[in-house]
């Protein structure tokens, strides 16, 4: 039977110091060292004030003793209630408590999981929940100052609103021209890729060979489906690559309009390089997106000639928060290496508890067709 220990700060620290030194860990108290991203609270902190709040450096890639602690039933539901209630209530160790649930894009689920089993009723989960949607808000705000770029809050989360992103792209470079990764070295350069894309804009044969810039690339025309993008195999020497681009209509003449509509090039580029930015497996790389040019540049997925999509699971992609709810089928997903690969994020959901909508920074997807929370 597991034993439950009385809420003390001795009984807090007692376990959290066996936690820290079982698993290799280093206790730092130094309050100004935020330099490690593995830096992470403990509940520890409840007990103490803000002056000489203790915070603990994990090493390892397993639970830091915050999580470790709660999911091993350390406290009973009454005291870890209240106990997560009051960390939501303070703006400092919100701050932390948020980033440790949230660090992991792969564990949002199993961490949503493990504070829901934290809580000792569903009506003391719901007002805890609207307690951390008030804490997320701000950890939201801070996180955006911190920032230093725009595809760093996109590695966080695919539905930041399209000031924020602008305003933090200009705040970096100095024009809102929003431009998203590196195009890279083996296609070219960037006069190389505008020209490449405004040519194409004019009308291109179902192939087509073109010299940009002492480069020569193949160009082979794929289906756009039933919308307006363009959608091109260029092919340079060795180096295989998708470009997709889309003229503004009357219903996205803008970039906001681009990006809050649903399966446009803007919209599928957040999704595509949030996925892309945290290594999942389970959609094609994307290298590049140019908002002056409404074009994006995306690696070459082969598909496994002998092996047909068959509704595998999307396992990656479901840990990193997405749903795929494609009214028309699975014709956007092929097999690559035998893995369920996503060619076309255009009904793609972003979608988390843990990563609530926070109506300053962050919206609801155009994309979601389904899943919403």
Same mark, same amino acid.
């Given at each position: 039977?597991?034993?439950?220990? @009385?809420?003390?700060?001795?009984?807090?620290?007692?376990?959290? %110091?066996?936690?820290?030194?079982?698993?290799?860990?280093?206790?730092? #108290?130094?309050?100004?060292?935020?330099?490690?991203?593995? +830096?992470?609270?403990?509940?520890?902190?409840?007990?103490?004030?803000?002056?000489? $709040?203790? /915070?603990?450096?994990?090493?390892?890639?397993?639970?830091? @003793?915050?999580?470790?602690?709660?999911? #091993?039933?350390?406290?009973?539901?009454?005291?870890?209630?209240?106990?997560?209630?009051? =960390?939501?209530?303070?703006?400092?160790?919100?701050?932390?408590?948020?980033?440790?649930?949230? !660090?992991?894009?792969?564990?949002?689920?199993?961490?949503? !999981?493990?504070?829901?089993?934290?809580?000792?009723?569903?009506?003391?989960?719901?007002?805890?929940?609207?307690?951390?949607?008030?804490?997320?808000?701000?950890?939201?705000?801070?996180?955006?100052? %911190?920032?230093?770029?725009?595809?760093?809050?996109?590695? $966080?989360?695919?539905?930041?609103? #399209?000031?924020?992103?602008?305003?933090?792209?200009?705040?970096?470079?100095?024009? /809102?021209?929003?431009? =998203?990764?590196?195009? @890279?070295?083996?296609?070219?350069? !960037?006069?190389?890729?505008?020209?490449?894309?405004?040519?194409?804009?004019?009308?291109?044969?179902?192939?087509?060979?073109?010299?940009?810039?002492?480069?020569?690339?193949?160009? %082979?025309?794929?289906?756009?489906?039933?919308? /307006?993008?363009?959608?091109?195999?260029?092919?340079?020497?060795?180096?295989?690559?998708? +470009?997709?681009?889309?003229?503004?209509?009357?219903?996205?003449?803008?970039?906001?309009?681009?990006?809050?509509?649903?399966?446009?090039?803007?919209?599928?580029?957040?999704?595509?390089?949030?996925?892309?930015?945290?290594?999942? @497996?389970?959609?094609?790389?994307?290298?590049?997106?140019?908002?002056?040019?409404?074009?994006?540049?995306?690696?070459?997925?082969?598909?496994?000639?002998?092996?047909?999509?068959?509704?595998?699971?999307?396992?990656?992609?479901?840990?990193?928060?997405?749903?795929?709810?494609?009214?028309?089928?699975?014709?956007?997903? =092929?097999?690559?290496?035998?893995?369920?690969?996503?060619?076309?994020?255009?009904?793609?959901? $972003?979608?988390?508890?843990?990563?609530?909508?926070?109506?300053?920074? #962050? /919206?609801?997807?155009?994309?979601?067709?389904? !899943?919403?929370?």
């Amino acid at each position: 039977m597991l034993n439950v220990m @009385p809420f003390t700060l001795s009984s807090l620290n007692a376990v959290a %110091k066996k936690t820290l030194v079982s698993k290799n860990t280093q206790i730092n #108290t130094n309050n100004n060292n935020n330099n490690s991203a593995a +830096l992470i609270a403990n509940l520890a902190i409840l007990a103490i004030s803000n002056k000489s $709040f203790i /915070r603990f450096t994990s090493n390892s890639e397993n639970d830091p @003793p915050l999580i470790n602690m709660l999911k #091993t039933g350390q406290l009973n539901k009454e005291e870890s209630s209240k106990t997560i209630k009051e =960390i939501l209530n303070d703006p400092q160790k919100s701050y932390k408590f948020i980033e440790v649930l949230t !660090q992991n894009p792969r564990k949002l689920n199993t961490n949503l !999981q493990i504070l829901e089993n934290s809580i000792e009723s569903s009506r003391t989960y719901e007002l805890v929940y609207n307690d951390y949607v008030n804490a997320f808000s701000n950890f939201i705000k801070k996180f955006y100052e %911190k920032a230093e770029s725009a595809e760093e809050l996109l590695k $966080f989360s695919p539905n930041w609103k #399209t000031d924020k992103l602008v305003a933090k792209y200009e705040e970096k470079n100095g024009d /809102r021209n929003l431009k =998203i990764g590196k195009i @890279p070295e083996t296609f070219g350069s !960037q006069e190389t890729f505008t020209q490449l894309v405004t040519e194409l804009k004019t009308g291109v044969k179902k192939t087509e060979e073109k010299e940009i810039n002492g480069t020569n690339f193949q160009i %082979k025309k794929l289906s756009g489906g039933k919308t /307006r993008k363009g959608i091109f195999k260029i092919t340079n020497g060795d180096n295989k690559f998708i +470009l997709k681009f889309e003229e503004p209509n009357e219903y996205a003449k803008t970039l906001k309009a681009q990006m809050e509509l649903p399966d446009t090039i803007a919209t599928n580029a957040m999704i595509d390089y949030y996925l892309t930015a945290n290594n999942c @497996p389970n959609s094609s790389k994307i290298y590049y997106y140019d908002s002056k040019l409404n074009a994006s540049l995306y690696e070459n997925v082969e598909s496994d000639e002998d092996e047909e999509y068959r509704q595998e699971k999307l396992s990656d992609y479901t840990e990193l928060g997405m749903f795929f709810n494609d009214t028309l089928g699975y014709k956007n997903i =092929i097999m690559s290496n035998h893995t369920p690969v996503i060619i076309d994020a255009g009904h793609s959901t $972003f979608s988390n508890a843990l990563k609530p909508m926070a109506p300053e920074f #962050t /919206r609801n997807l155009p994309n979601n067709i389904g !899943q919403s929370f």
